[in-house]
């Protein structure tokens, strides 16, 4: 029984310790602005999977808000097959050619939030 109570006190510990890690670590106030992830991909996307991954951890976590948006800086046809590929499973990723990164970055609503 004592096995079990201590157990039982260390899960609930650790459980309390991972929540206020989180939320030490997460931001106190939801501004107004957006913020975007831009993630420069090139070649064959070597490493894309993996930095999304992280960064789809971050917004999971609520660790921080994002939108994420892929620009092309010179992929591959395969580059881009991966992005597509990518594009289907998260329909939110966001994916332009390096020229337009800027005007998409710029542009905004009727109520004053950028959007695409």
């Keep these: 029984m004592e096995i079990l109570t201590a157990l039982l006190s260390v899960t609930v510990l ?4 991972r929540l206020l890690f989180l939320h030490l670590l997460s931001p106190t106030q939801q501004g107004t602005v ?3 992830a831009v993630i420069p991909a090139s070649g064959d996307g070597e490493g894309l999977e993996h930095t999304l991954r992280h960064l789809h951890w971050l917004r999971e976590e609520k660790l ?4 994420l948006l892929i620009v092309d800086a010179g992929l591959t046809p395969a580059g881009q097959a991966l992005v597509e590929a990518l594009r289907h499973k998260d329909p939110a990723l966001l994916f332009c050619p390096a020229e337009e990164a800027t005007l998409i970055l710029k542009r905004k609503d009727d109520n004053g939030y950028f959007s695409l």
């Design 14 to 17: 650790l459980l309390a310790g």
């Design 34 to 36: 957006p913020v975007f």
């Design 64 to 67: 921080s808000h994002f939108t």
